[in-house]
């Protein structure tokens, strides 16, 4: 929210900055407009620069809202962390947090590119679950 589009070994100062928080700027009133067309922009240069137009989201969603979906030349394929809790399938926030990091660790470190090489993720106990899955929205349960 503060620093924009990093590289993985971009140093950056600790920080908690809600994107929502009003914040006055030229383009509009929050840190959403300040970097929707930026962030959307930049994402569209790299997906241009690679063999396919998938984006894999495993970004929370207060920081995938800044992109601008119907500008994004993409595919996107959503990632869904839920678990079992009252009888019932239900995305625990800081679960799922933990879920999407170890699950970019396991596609960088295995070098993964095709969604059936992820689909058998299974860091944390989390499993593929096709029958809570469609086109666009992977969904992992435990």
């Known amino acids: 929210g503060l620093y924009g589009c990093l590289s993985p070994l971009d140093l950056i100062q600790p920080y908690r900055l809600e994107m929502s928080i009003p914040l006055e700027n030229s383009l509009g ?33 207060e920081y995938f809202s800044v992109i601008d979906k119907q500008q994004l030349n993409a595919d996107i394929i959503n990632i869904v962390f839920k678990d079992w809790k009252n009888g019932a399938l239900k995305t625990i926030g800081v679960q799922a947090k933990r879920a999407r990091g170890t699950m970019v660790h396991y596609i960088v470190k295995n070098g ?23 086109d666009h929205t992977m969904t992992f349960i435990r």
Do not use: P
């Open 112 to 134: 993964y590119k095709s969604l059936n090489a992820i689909k058998k993720f299974n860091g944390l106990g989390y499993c593929y679950s096709a029958g809570d899955s469609n």
């Open 29 to 61: 009133d929050t840190l959403y407009d300040f970097w929707k067309s930026r962030v959307t922009e930049h994402l569209n240069e790299s997906i241009a620069a690679t063999s396919n137009n998938l984006l894999l989201n495993l970004a929370s969603q």
